[in-house]
């Protein structure tokens, strides 16, 4: 789980300083900061998969050995953030006010003796290199040379990046060299190669072996997250991959999670019942039917009839989706979520807050949520103001602030009085006034 998140020069976040929880909602208009925030989560995930730091950016072809990757929106060209001045009244690009942007996580390991972790990279988006970087599980992992002044750090057009690899007991560390191209994280994870890496003979195999084992677990945590789009089109195709155990980002293969889910009766039980939830009085079963060459095919039952996925709504394809996506045999670590509130009607929006509530304290995913919502706001309970962050783009410098709810200045003074209600407030834009 990632406890806390440090943000710097990324797109619009100038810098962000967050403290995370198990569910974390993110409210604010359009162009707020929202899908920026979760772009800087798969920058994250980018960095724990390995791939260089073009990639991450600008995505990578699918192979017959890898997977393809999307990258981030915008690409290496729009990561940097662009300050923002006033002229003849509008706004202006002024242009990138720095070439570096640094990302920083700080979390929880499961099954570790000093489970605490700190992750910080710097790198320049243009050259596709990384500038600094630095891991701590417990006790400093590796740190790069210079990365006491990782923010002022430039490097000089080298190739290669110079790390000190820290000792599993006390001792001096050893510095050894790495790809600039790709986060050192990842090589270290990895294991290293002689062929790419100039290991010193100062270095043990003990101190090797742990070093490779914290960073793989990092690597792990960060890469093990998945993104959900959830597209209603494709939730009524036949599934392609029938042994899925996880969903795509646009939905693919949910007919076959749903028939994998289905195959325990538990499972399936569990999962019905928060369908029938969303229509008590309607929806008596789950399943899938067959398609030519017997590829599943999402079906709901009403009494005698059974309905494909066709012929059902936008929102209950949505909502399925989402419930099933909290059911999956190979559960991510970290989930998010965009719009979560599309397609489902007003008065079922309890319910989503509550699937959300249940399912990310059973699965222990830790999950992100951008809502456009007043209506879902209503339904927080006041502790979860901590986890809940107000975003606004200030229309002077284009920076966006994320704060919680709970450090909004005055807002539980309004709140507590007599006829006040946060998603009014909220719905009247009084989150974006508020300085």
């Known amino acids: 789980?990632?406890?806390?998140?440090?943000?710097?020069?990324?797109?619009?976040?100038?810098?962000?300083?967050?403290?995370?929880?198990?569910?974390?909602?993110?409210?604010?208009?359009?162009?707020?900061?929202?899908?920026?925030?979760?772009?800087?989560?798969?920058?994250?995930?980018?960095?724990?998969?390995?791939?260089?730091?073009?990639?991450?950016?600008?995505?990578?072809?699918?192979?017959?050995?890898?997977?393809?990757?999307?990258?981030?929106?915008?690409?290496?060209?729009?990561?940097?953030?662009?300050?923002?001045?006033?002229?003849?009244?509008?706004?202006?690009?002024?242009?990138p006010a720095v070439e570096q942007v640094t990302v920083g996580a700080h979390g929880r390991l499961r099954d570790v003796v000093a489970p605490a972790w700190e992750f910080r990279m710097a790198f320049s988006p243009a050259a596709g290199h990384v500038s600094g970087e630095r891991l701590s599980v417990g006790t400093i992992v590796y740190e790069s040379v210079g990365d006491h002044a990782m923010n002022a750090y430039r490097p000089r057009g080298r190739p290669e990046i110079e790390v000190r690899c820290h000792p599993k007991e006390a001792g001096d560390p050893v510095v050894e060299r790495f790809e600039r191209a790709r986060p050192v994280l990842g090589q270290i994870a990895g294991g290293r190669s002689r062929d790419t890496v100039s290991i010193s003979t100062l270095t043990r195999v003990e101190d090797v072996n742990w070093q490779t084992d914290r960073a793989g677990r990092v690597a792990a945590l960060l890469a093990n997250a998945q993104s959900l789009d959830l597209m209603p089109a494709l939730l009524r195709s036949y599934a392609e991959n029938p042994r899925a155990r996880r969903m795509g980002e646009y939905g693919e293969n949910f007919a076959a999670l749903v028939e994998l889910l289905c195959r325990n009766e538990e499972t399936r039980e569990a999962y019905l019942s928060w369908l029938q939830e969303l229509r008590p009085d309607e929806v008596a079963g789950v399943g899938v039917l067959r398609g030519a060459v017997g590829e599943p095919l999402f079906m709901l039952r009403e009494g005698d009839r059974e309905l494909p996925a066709p012929v059902l709504s936008d929102g209950m394809l949505r909502f399925a989706a989402l419930v099933a996506a909290f059911f999956q045999p190979d559960m991510p670590q970290?989930?998010?979520?965009?719009?979560?509130?599309?397609?489902?009607?007003?008065?079922?929006?309890?319910?989503?807050?509550?699937?959300?509530?249940?399912?990310?304290?059973?699965?222990?995913?830790?999950?992100?949520?951008?809502?456009?919502?007043?209506?879902?706001?209503?339904?927080?309970?006041?502790?979860?103001?901590?986890?809940?962050?107000?975003?606004?783009?200030?229309?002077?410098?284009?920076?966006?602030?994320?704060?919680?709810?709970?450090?909004?200045?005055?807002?539980?003074?309004?709140?507590?009085?007599?006829?006040?209600?946060?998603?009014?407030?909220f719905a009247e834009g009084w989150l974006e006034a508020v300085s």
């Open 334 to 425: 970290i989930m998010t979520i965009e719009a979560i509130e599309s397609g489902v009607y007003p008065s079922r929006l309890r319910l989503i807050l509550e699937l959300l509530r249940s399912q990310a304290e059973r699965t222990g995913t830790q999950v992100f949520v951008t809502t456009y919502s007043p209506l879902l706001l209503a339904w927080l309970r006041e502790e979860e103001y901590e986890t809940t962050f107000s975003c606004r783009r200030n229309e002077q410098t284009g920076e966006s602030e994320i704060r919680p709810l709970s450090e909004v200045p005055h807002l539980m003074d309004v709140i507590r009085k007599p006829g006040q209600h946060i998603a009014d407030l």
């Open 1 to 95: 789980m990632i406890d806390r998140i440090v943000i710097e020069n990324f797109k619009s976040l100038r810098r962000v300083d967050l403290s995370l929880g198990r569910l974390n909602l993110f409210i604010g208009a359009n162009a707020s900061g929202k899908s920026n925030f979760l772009d800087a989560l798969r920058l994250l995930r980018g960095i724990g998969n390995g791939f260089t730091i073009s990639e991450i950016l600008d995505g990578r072809s699918r192979d017959a050995t890898s997977e393809g990757w999307a990258g981030v929106r915008g690409g290496s060209k729009r990561t940097c953030f662009a300050a923002v001045g006033q002229a003849g009244g509008s706004a202006v690009s002024r242009g």
